[in-house]
């Protein structure tokens, strides 16, 4: 591995969604030696149609902290409840803090061509917070010093691999996760509220073989790969050099390159 790559922080809407769409890569990241980060900015609080608000945001936060566990993964508190997820200056303040305090080289986040509006704007606070880490005037909550080292945001594929209005969104760089998708797995099942909350608001039969099926569409569109997970690298201008591309570094020989300089 690179040893400019030391920290990877992943940085979702909901308890789950990192399991869905980031956890093999960050998986074989920890692997490679990265240091890991999990957090959820959302509480999980609308995940259930059978509890209320404090017994499913308690019974999601203990899924997630198990999750990220078995990751090896250090977990960072939510902020805010789900569908509070606003681009707005209390929560960009406090997200800003944990990134000065994590002090990550690669931010795996939300597509911004989501379909719902949490995972947007989690990937516009990502975006923000990872932009203002170096800049001294720019107050945070908790305070925490600037960090000066350059970071480089990934994007993780849209739901169904479909923007909002159902075009297909091809990765830039896929990532092999073959030899840790039971793992993957894994990191999923301890999400066990979200089996009954899916069938009845998503129509999903399934979750776990949801996120198998989806890693192998995406394994499909590489050509190469049985199970894949997709990403686009943020252009680099405010948060590294054009020619960083530490994802790729880290995991040599899991990854394949499309769509280079795009």
Known sequence: MSELVRVAFAVSAHPD?????????????????????????????????ELDRDAIVEVRCKEARAAAAFAGAIFHESLVDDLDIFYELRTLRRLASVMREVAPDIVL???????????????????????????????????????????????????MNRDPFGRLVEPQLFVDIGEVLEDKRAMLSHHQSQKRWLDVSQGMDSYLQAMVDSAAGVGKMSGKYAHAEGWRRHYHAGFSSQEMDPLRDALQGRVLLRNAGT
């Not at 399991?19 to 030696?33: K, V």
């Open 109 to 159: 986040t939300h597509p911004p061509d989501d379909y719902m509006e949490d995972h947007t704007n989690t990937c516009r606070l990502a975006l923000t917070a990872a932009f203002a880490t170096k800049m001294p005037n720019f107050r945070v909550e908790p305070p925490r010093a600037p960090v000066q080292q350059d970071i480089t945001v990934y994007h993780a594929q849209p739901h």
């Open 17 to 49: 969604d990192i399991e869905f769409n980031m956890a093999g890569t960050l998986l074989l990241l920890q692997r490679a030696g990265c240091e890991i980060h999990y957090m959820t900015l959302g509480s999980g609080s609308c995940g259930s149609v």
